[in-house]
């Protein structure tokens, strides 16, 4: 059985593959690199080398368009990518008898909760709708799992780098509010996609979300930040309109699998932003 990340110069890609390496075979494709990656532009997936999949590898589909702004700024664009490309992708991988986890996101919930794997979707912008899109086509072929991811957070998700900049040069952090999440530590994703890559019918649902254990507005999280860094200031910015056209004030997206997936509970903010922030930084 091999692996197959795809994407991998993502943010979550690049972290997995470090968890997973060592556990099967892992391939990678890029769009941008070809060193040590399979070509693949998800504009011409028909163009991808399909004998590079065989039954039973597990396809970990990260690619895509995944900035809300520019699914809502650019549409045409985004969707040939995160729907026409990715669904045509997806198929074709399971024609090969490949197993494919699809990477979702909360939005598709719209706002509010809370939310559990079985809550009715009401996503809110076209990024939401094109994730959603992607998992309605697929959801009820055995061979095929969503996972609804919240906020990852590591010590390079945007949020966290931007603190971890303005903490180090004195600059005045802007802090968009409100805005909540259940933000998951990256570990905690990286073990639920490793447990699931080896035990694929561990989860009894085709839906897992992959949340942490609390809500936290990005006020709180900074707080948190700030905790372990005092040098952070920040002040509060309301975003305009067009900024909650493209994603939800609050979701409040909890799991009933995780914790048994994972056999522990998923990291708090603390512990996640204590690990990812290393003596070193706080030093610099
Ligand atoms: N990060 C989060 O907090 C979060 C939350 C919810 C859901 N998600 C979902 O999780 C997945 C991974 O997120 P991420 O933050 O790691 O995203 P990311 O950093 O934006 O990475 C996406 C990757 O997709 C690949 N890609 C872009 N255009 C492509 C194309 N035309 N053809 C083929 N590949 C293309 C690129 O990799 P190459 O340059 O190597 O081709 C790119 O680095 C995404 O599907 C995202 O929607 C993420």
Known sequence: MAILIIGKNGFVASRLASRLE?????LFTSSRSRENALPLDLRHPDDFDFRRIEQND?????????SPDICQNEPDYARAINVDGTSRFVDRCLERGAHVIFFSSDTVYGGGGPFGERSPCHPVGPYA???HEVENRFLGNAAFKTLRLSYVVSRDDKFTAYLRRCAASGEEAEIFHPLRRRAVH????ADAVAALC?????LPSAILNVAGPELLSRVEMA???RHLDPRLRFRTVEPGP??????????????????TLLGREPHGLREALAKELTLQDSLQ
């Open 186 to 189: 990256i570990d905690d994703l």
């Open 198 to 202: 080896q035990y694929w019918n561990a």
């Open 22 to 26: 060592g556990m099967d075979t892992l």
């Open 129 to 131: 709708g094109m994730k």
């Open 242 to 259: 067009e900024f909650f056209a493209a994603r939800p004030q609050t979701i409040d997206m909890g799991s009933c699998y995780l914790s």
């Open 58 to 66: 597990r396809v970990l589909m990260l690619a895509a368009v995944s």
């Open 223 to 225: 707080e948190v930040f």
